[in-house]
Each structure stands twice: as structure tokens, then as C-alpha cells.
């Protein structure tokens, strides 16, 4: 089995407006999709996701279904927060989760301060995509009751319910920069 990992840029989300009180500017740069909100302010992100479905079988003529293995939202925010996290394998809801109260390390996918000024080859980025990776707040291994990754029919969908509900100083607000998933593609 290999591992194939899918990922598109924060800027190609899909932003779904439900409350029509709701008062969200939505702004799309080479940075990402940034939402800003007042307290109380609800809305949720759709990222579709490239999805390898099929693997044809060469020799034996038997196709092999990818199996969704992780789905990952690399976002920052402040005042505002993802709540849910839904994946769709076309109508089909194959994953529900609650997101975790985020800690202070960043989710976006940006380098660490001390790699500020470091040459490209001399970053780790196996060690930067798990510091910005973390269970339960940006990353999500999806499995069925029975424990096993399900198989891919049709292509990969991941909303984001996005919540703004905290107070204070400076606007509320959230950008994500990155979403995407990982697959086990069958050996033939």
C-alpha cells in the first residue's frame, strides 16, 4: 500500500454564509481564505479535495478503491475558532468530529521563528508539518465503526464550521491557509 497525501490552498475554499445576520467579510489572498466576524457570528468553509478513487489493476483487471486515511485543516485565528469538522465522499457524510479547544501553537502551516532566516535545504519540514499538525485541532485520522479507513466512491469534501465568540481587543477573525488528506492507495 502507498501513501498518497492531496492538499489544496486556503484561498480555494468555499464559504457558506447561513445566518443572514451575520455581518463576515470574507477576503481571498495568496496567503488563504481570511473571514472576519463579530461575537455570535457563525459560518462554515468547504474545501473540496483532489480524491485518487481508482487504481486500475494492470494484470489482473480488478480496480482498487483508495481508502481515506487523514483529513488536516491548517488554519490561525483570533476570536474565532472551527467547531466541526464534516467530511463528504460525494453525498455520503463518512466523518463527524468536534474540534478540540486550540492550544497557542500555530495551525497554519507557517515556519518557526527560529527558522526565520535559515536556508530552504536546512529546514526539517518532516518537523515543521508535525508542529503545525496537531490530533484533534488541525489533523484527523477517519475511520468507520469498525476501525478501518473507508474506501473513496467519489471525490472528498471537508466543511469547516467556523464559530466567532470571543471578545476583546482587535478584530475576530480566522484564516486558513491549507486543507487536504492523505490516502492508502492499493498496490496491484
Same mark, same amino acid.
Given at each position: 500500500?502507498?501513501?498518497?497525501?492531496?492538499?489544496?490552498?486556503?484561498?480555494?475554499?468555499?464559504?457558506?454564509?447561513?445566518?443572514?445576520?451575520?455581518?463576515?467579510?470574507?477576503?481571498?489572498?495568496?496567503?488563504? /481564505?481570511?473571514?472576519?466576524?463579530?461575537?455570535?457570528?457563525?459560518?462554515?468553509?468547504?474545501?473540496?479535495?483532489? /480524491?485518487?478513487?481508482?487504481?486500475?489493476?494492470?494484470?489482473?483487471? /480488478?480496480?482498487?478503491?483508495?481508502?481515506?486515511?487523514?483529513?488536516?485543516?491548517?488554519?490561525?485565528?483570533?476570536?474565532?475558532?472551527?467547531?466541526?469538522?464534516?467530511?463528504?465522499?460525494?453525498?455520503?457524510?463518512?466523518?463527524?468530529?468536534?474540534?478540540?479547544?486550540?492550544?497557542?501553537?500555530?495551525?497554519?502551516?507557517?515556519?518557526?521563528?527560529?527558522?526565520?532566516?535559515?536556508?530552504?535545504?536546512?529546514?526539517?519540514?518532516?518537523?515543521?508539518?508535525?508542529?503545525?499538525?496537531?490530533?484533534?485541532?488541525?489533523?484527523?485520522?477517519?475511520?468507520?465503526?469498525?476501525?478501518?479507513?473507508?474506501?473513496?466512491?467519489?471525490?472528498?469534501?471537508?466543511?469547516?464550521?467556523?464559530?466567532?465568540?470571543?471578545?476583546?481587543?482587535?478584530?475576530?477573525?480566522?484564516?486558513?491557509? /491549507?486543507?487536504?488528506?492523505?490516502?492508502?492507495?492499493?498496490?496491484?
Amino acid at each position: 500500500m502507498a501513501l498518497q497525501g492531496m492538499a489544496v490552498h486556503g484561498s480555494s475554499a468555499a464559504v457558506l454564509l447561513g445566518d443572514t445576520d451575520a455581518d463576515i467579510t470574507v477576503i481571498k489572498d495568496h496567503q488563504g /481564505t481570511l473571514l472576519r466576524g463579530r461575537p455570535g457570528d457563525i459560518c462554515a468553509l468547504i474545501f473540496a479535495i483532489p /480524491t485518487p478513487t481508482v487504481k486500475l489493476g494492470r494484470d489482473t483487471g /480488478t480496480n482498487f478503491r483508495s481508502l481515506l486515511r487523514m483529513v488536516y485543516v491548517l488554519w490561525r485565528a483570533s476570536g474565532a475558532r472551527p467547531t466541526r469538522i464534516t467530511v463528504n465522499d460525494g453525498p455520503n457524510t463518512t466523518f463527524v468530529a468536534d474540534v478540540e479547544e486550540p492550544d497557542d501553537a500555530p495551525h497554519d502551516g507557517s515556519l518557526p521563528p527560529d527558522y526565520a532566516d535559515a536556508d530552504p535545504a536546512d529546514i526539517d519540514t518532516e518537523a515543521v508539518v508535525q508542529s503545525n499538525m496537531r490530533l484533534g485541532v488541525s489533523r484527523w485520522p477517519v475511520a468507520g465503526a469498525d476501525g478501518a479507513n473507508p474506501p473513496v466512491l467519489w471525490g472528498i469534501a471537508v466543511r469547516v464550521d467556523v464559530t466567532f465568540d470571543r471578545a476583546g481587543e482587535g478584530p475576530l477573525e480566522i484564516m486558513f491557509t /491549507t486543507a487536504g488528506a492523505d490516502f492508502t492507495v492499493p498496490d496491484e
